[in-house]
């Protein structure tokens, strides 16, 4: 336990917290020197993947954009293959849509619709678990291709947001929590 908790300290220390931004009462974190620091980023991408690696993932799906980060080389370390996750218009071929609301307003994320098979067992990943709603939004986009989520995986999760609350029984799995 003492190695995890050092390295959890490690991880933190690569965090910067931009007070009020993008808004007032808003403290951002900033994922940007972590991602700046090869020994710290190899140790993110290690703690994802970690709780994951007995769980028979098929496939990764991971959100646009800081997703992508995290996603690639976590599906490398799992032996699965690689999905994105768009925003609308980005993807060449036919696919699956599904809406998600916003705080003012509505989103969308697509996936191809040929991207996985039904008996595929997926870990949805993304940079930041804030209110949840992006993450189950993909989870319907698995659905709509008939494949299992496995679980969600995140580098951050924002605590105070209570978004684990929305996913019922589903695994989360979280590098650090603020």
């Given at each position: 336990?003492?190695?995890?908790i050092?390295?959890?300290?490690q991880?933190?220390?690569?965090i910067?917290?931009?007070?009020?931004?993008?808004?007032?009462?808003?403290?951002?974190?900033?994922?940007?020197?972590?991602?700046?620091?090869?020994?710290?980023?190899?140790?993110?991408?290690?703690?994802?993947?970690?709780?994951?690696?007995?769980?028979?993932?098929?496939?990764?799906?991971?959100?646009?954009?800081?997703?992508?980060?995290?996603?690639?080389?976590?599906?490398?370390?799992?032996?699965?293959?690689?999905?994105?996750?768009?925003?609308?218009?980005?993807?060449?071929?036919?696919?699956?849509?599904?809406?998600?609301?916003?705080?003012?307003?509505?989103?969308?994320?697509?996936?191809?619709?040929?991207?996985?098979?039904?008996?595929?067992?997926?870990?949805?990943?993304?940079?930041?678990?804030?209110?949840?709603?992006t993450?189950?939004?993909?989870?319907?986009?698995?659905?709509?291709?008939?494949?299992?989520?496995?679980?969600?995986?995140?580098?951050?999760?924002?605590?105070?947001?209570?978004?684990?609350?929305?996913?019922?029984?589903?695994?989360?799995?979280?590098?650090?929590?603020?």
């Open positions: 336990m003492p190695h995890l050092n390295a959890m300290e991880l933190d220390r690569h910067t917290i931009v007070p009020n931004f993008p808004k007032p009462g808003i403290d951002f974190k900033d994922i940007t020197p972590l991602l700046g620091s090869a020994p710290a980023f190899a140790l993110a991408v290690v703690g994802m993947i970690t709780p994951w690696r007995d769980a028979g993932i098929t496939h990764v799906i991971a959100i646009e954009s800081r997703g992508f980060i995290f996603g690639a080389p976590i599906a490398l370390g799992l032996g699965a293959s690689f999905v994105p996750v768009r925003k609308p218009g980005k993807l060449p071929r036919t696919v699956f849509r599904e809406a998600y609301a916003l705080e003012y307003g509505t989103d969308a994320v697509e996936m191809h619709a040929d991207a996985i098979p039904p008996d595929a067992r997926v870990l949805i990943v993304d940079d930041v678990l804030a209110t949840g709603g993450a189950l939004a993909v989870s319907r986009l698995v659905q709509s291709a008939g494949a299992a989520v496995a679980g969600y995986g995140f580098l951050i999760e924002l605590m105070d947001l209570g978004a684990r609350r929305h996913f019922g029984e589903a695994r989360i799995e979280a590098t650090l929590r603020y």
